[in-house]
């Protein structure tokens, strides 16, 4: 499996010791208020050890973030292929999910720019898509810092969700690998 760093993250693998603090944060409402629902510990946990097994077996997906030399674990960013169909699929979609006390300190934006370099530089993808709900700014505005663009005709409900579900209608954002203005992937 690949790890991934920047000058304060490391992308990891995940750990027993971070099974406590991904379920905190899935389970707090700040952070999960543009998600369907919270997650109990036991669905946290699974998917803590989904995103294992797709780092073990892909060489890439949701890496454990830990900011070095001061936090062993603050949530997830990392690069997967969505596990629904849609127009745009299949593709490959880049995501995080951080803790709250973590926010505002740049820290989904530098992690995603290193997921980007891999993207585009170790996997030679030819473009890597974001989505979320309108109302989701924060992430909005990660999707902007990253260089990546509203691809408005491609809006979608997101078919997991019922109709009339007030989080099914999604935005999507799309970068090209030409468009990239990251640093090359060096490792």
């Not at 999960?32 to 997906?61: K, T």
């Amino acid at each position: 499996m690949h790890e991934l760093s920047t000058a304060r993250l490391q992308l990891r693998g995940w750990r027993a010791q971070d099974l406590a603090p991904f379920a905190a944060l899935n389970a707090d409402p700040e952070v999960m208020q543009f998600m369907p629902s919270r997650l109990s510990r036991a669905d946290s946990d699974a998917l803590a050890a989904a995103c294992h097994r797709q780092l073990v077996r892909e060489g890439f997906g949701l890496w454990a973030v830990q900011v070095r030399g001061a936090l062993p674990f603050i949530g997830y960013v990392g690069i997967k292929a969505p596990s629904f169909v849609a127009p745009f699929t299949p593709c490959i979609e880049i995501g995080w999910r951080l803790c709250r006390a973590s926010w505002g300190c740049g820290y989904a934006t530098e992690a995603a720019r290193a997921c980007l370099a891999f993207a585009f530089g170790r996997l030679a993808l030819s473009e890597v898509v974001a989505f979320t709900v309108p109302a989701n700014q924060r992430s909005r505005a990660v999707m902007r810092r990253l260089g990546m663009l509203e691809d408005v005709p491609g809006a979608f409900e997101h078919p997991r969700l019922p109709a009339g579900h007030p989080l099914r209608h999604h935005l999507l954002y799309r970068i090209r690998r030409e468009h990239w203005a990251g640093a090359p992937f060096a490792g």
